[in-house]
Nanobody, 123 residues
């Protein structure tokens, strides 16, 4: 089992920045690929970014490429999502997830999920 707790959500104006973090506990964090996903009101959950266990392989959704940066600190059992140039359409609940591998549009395996943190971007 892996427990994931997201933090850092909040409200920001368009063009602003926010940093999310996800603290993991339980089984060995460094053996998991980690990802961020989001779900906007009335929409399905969608892929945002993933990073492999080593940090070598990183993939982003086209909608966030160049604006968001995913990173991880295996010593701190934490994965981060730095979000810049935020747009109102980035408004969503952001979820952290842990899987067995990083794929170009998500995670392999049956991921563990956090409970999410709300990001609201006002125009």
């Amino acid at each position: 089992q892996v427990q994931l707790v997201e933090a850092g959500g909040g409200m920001v104006q368009a063009g602003g920045s926010l940093s999310l973090s996800c603290a993991a506990s339980g089984r060995t964090f460094s053996s998991y690929a980690m990802g961020w996903f989001r779900q906007a009101p009335g929409k399905e959950r969608e892929f945002v970014a993933v990073i492999s266990w080593s940090g070598v392989n990183i993939y982003y959704a086209d909608s966030v490429k160049g604006r968001f940066t995913i990173s991880r600190d295996n010593a701190e059992n934490t994965v981060y999502l730095e979000m810049n140039s935020l747009k109102p359409e980035d408004t969503a609940v952001y979820y952290c997830a842990a899987g067995t591998g990083a794929a170009p549009n998500g995670l392999y395996g049956n991921p563990y999920w956090g409970k999410g943190t709300l990001v609201t971007v006002s125009s």
